[in-house]
């Protein structure tokens, strides 16, 4: 092999994905040639791909600020906060009006909210037992 091509390799690209390059670049001179545009976009795809596998997606719920009186919940799904409040005759969730849903669920699958919710009990706050 000649010294320098040993660095390179060919790779097969459809017809009309070469012409559409080809076009992209003559219009977009910051690329030098077909090579120098197809090098760039795989590098730039390759880091995308790798970012993606080492983010862990968030929760869709997690709680925060809370308080003997109440929690906060992000639903990352509603893109909305979840108000959860406790009162002595029970407790409330004020996002979706309701004193049962999928986001008092939550709270109460969150060891230090049952906690909570626990101590409020022992004072005779008629909270549910989920």
Request: aromatic share 10%.
């Amino acid at each position: 092999m000649p010294k320098g091509t040993q660095d390179f390799r060919g790779v097969s690209l459809k017809r009309e994905l070469v012409e559409e390059v080809e076009n992209f670049v003559h219009n977009y001179p910051q690329y030098k040639s077909i090579a120098d545009f197809v090098h760039e976009a795989v590098r730039i795809r390759m880091e995308e791909v790798r970012r993606s596998y080492a983010e862990k997606p968030l929760p869709r719920f997690e709680h925060f600020n809370k308080g003997p009186n109440g929690v906060k919940i992000t639903d990352r799904l509603q893109q909305r906060i979840a108000d959860i409040e406790f009162k002595p005759k029970g407790i409330f969730c004020e996002l979706c009006q309701k004193n049962r849903c999928e986001h008092i669920n939550f709270a109460y699958s969150v060891p230090e909210i049952r906690s909570i919710i626990a101590e409020k009990q022992k004072e005779g706050w008629k909270l549910p037992n989920f």
